[in-house]
T-cell receptor, first 117, second 110 residues
């Protein structure tokens, strides 16, 4: 079974600073995807960034980037130039194929990030 | 293009009552999913569907039933609600790896 561990229940960062959220996972699969989702108080799940396991290059989306270490099974999220709107719960998720083209997402327990003015 | 919508947004049930949550998507996606989110937890997969007329169990299926009679709709049913089913329920749909989530339904069972 896959497990996803986020070891930081809560974090805070000053506005405009950089913060890194940690995520490790355990799997025997070789083909999978990794995601970071943001959940603001509105409850909506918003995709922040994704990484395909077969790609060595780390994904980047504007101020968000990941450090993907496949051998170590580590997938951390770096947020640069933090903004007040980044305040949210952040979930790391592992996706594996279920078959017939469908996929299962396994989520970590989340990290609550607060951006301080 | 509304994406994924869920009805209702909030509901309070008494123990033993039944209800159905509706998920609708207008993106013509083949695959749909139901998750639950409990405090301090990430989302956990309840049931999923790989196409119209097909459903399968996920990680936590007990106490729930689902149906996918139309491609755009995925229904989640609780036949006899229990307090342990108090949660926020999310529906998602996809045609590839990225899952698009609905806004969630907060269900309280007293």
């Amino acid at each position: 079974a896959q497990t996803v561990t986020q070891s930081q229940p809560e974090m805070s960062v000053q506005e405009a600073e950089t913060v890194t959220l940690s995520c490790t996972y355990d799997t025997s699969e070789s083909n999978y995807y990794l995601f970071w989702y943001k959940q603001p108080p509105s409850r909506q799940m918003i995709l922040v960034i994704r990484q395909e396991a077969y790609k060595q290059q780390n994904a980047t989306e504007n101020r968000f980037s990941v450090n993907f270490q496949k051998a170590a099974k580590s997938f951390s999220l770096k947020i640069s130039d933090s903004q007040l709107g980044d305040t949210a719960m952040y979930f790391c998720a592992f996706m594996k194929p279920l078959g017939a083209g469908s996929y299962q997402l396994t989520f970590g327990k989340g990290t609550k990030l607060s951006v301080i003015p | 293009n509304a994406g994924v919508t869920q009805t209702p947004k909030f509901r309070v049930l008494k123990t033993g009552q039944s209800m159905t949550l509706l998920c609708a998507q207008d993106m013509n996606h083949e695959y749909m999913y139901w998750y639950r989110q409990d405090p301090g937890m990430g989302l956990r997969l309840i049931h999923y569907s790989v196409g119209e007329g097909t459903t399968a169990k996920g990680e936590v299926p007990d106490g729930y039933n689902v149906s996918r009679l139309k491609k755009q709709n995925f229904l989640l049913g609780l036949e006899s609600a229990a307090p342990s089913q108090t949660s926020v329920y999310f529906c998602a749909s996809t045609d590839r790896e990225e899952q698009y989530f609905g806004p969630g339904t907060r269900l309280t069972v007293t």
